[in-house]
């Protein structure tokens, strides 16, 4: 059993920025693929950045590239998502950990809710 605790949600104004934090129980080299996602009530939920635990490249979807930055402390087994933010950045975020597959075969956009080890998510709002 892998957990998974996200934190550092809350409310800024359109251009300001927060920074999410995910840590996990596993080192992070055997964390595999860990992603953020985010989710708007009565909407899909949307993939967001990830990054291979073990070799630490990331990856992004083209919504949020050159506004978001995935990254990792392995000291502190957490990864990180600093945000400059827009309104539609408003959801809740959720990270996952779960098989590499999902980042080496870059699959991790398409990742089934019932796999892996998912946080409780954080909210974020964006007001203009």
């Known amino acids: 059993q892998v957990h998974v605790v996200e934190s550092g949600g809350g409310s800024v104004q359109a251009g300001g920025s927060l920074n999410l934090s995910c840590a996990v129980s596993?080192?992070?080299?055997?964390?595999?693929?860990m992603a953020w996602f985010r989710q708007v009530p009565g909407k899909e939920r949307e993939a967001v950045a990830a990054?291979?635990?073990?070799?630490?490249?990331t990856y992004y979807v083209d919504s949020v590239k050159g506004r978001f930055t995935i990254s990792q402390d392995r000291a502190k087994n957490t990864i990180f998502l600093h945000m400059n933010l827009e309104p539609e950045d408003t959801a809740t975020y959720y990270c996952?950990?779960?098989?590499?597959?999902?980042?080496?075969?870059?699959?991790?956009?398409?990742?089934?809710?019932?796999?892996?080890?998912w946080g409780q998510g954080t909210q974020v709002t964006v007001s203009s």
């Open positions: 990054i291979h635990g073990g070799s630490g490249r």
């Open positions: 996952v950990s779960g098989p590499s597959t999902y980042c080496i075969r870059e699959t991790w956009t398409s990742w089934p809710a019932g796999i892996g080890y």
């Open positions: 596993v080192n992070l080299a055997n964390a595999g693929c």
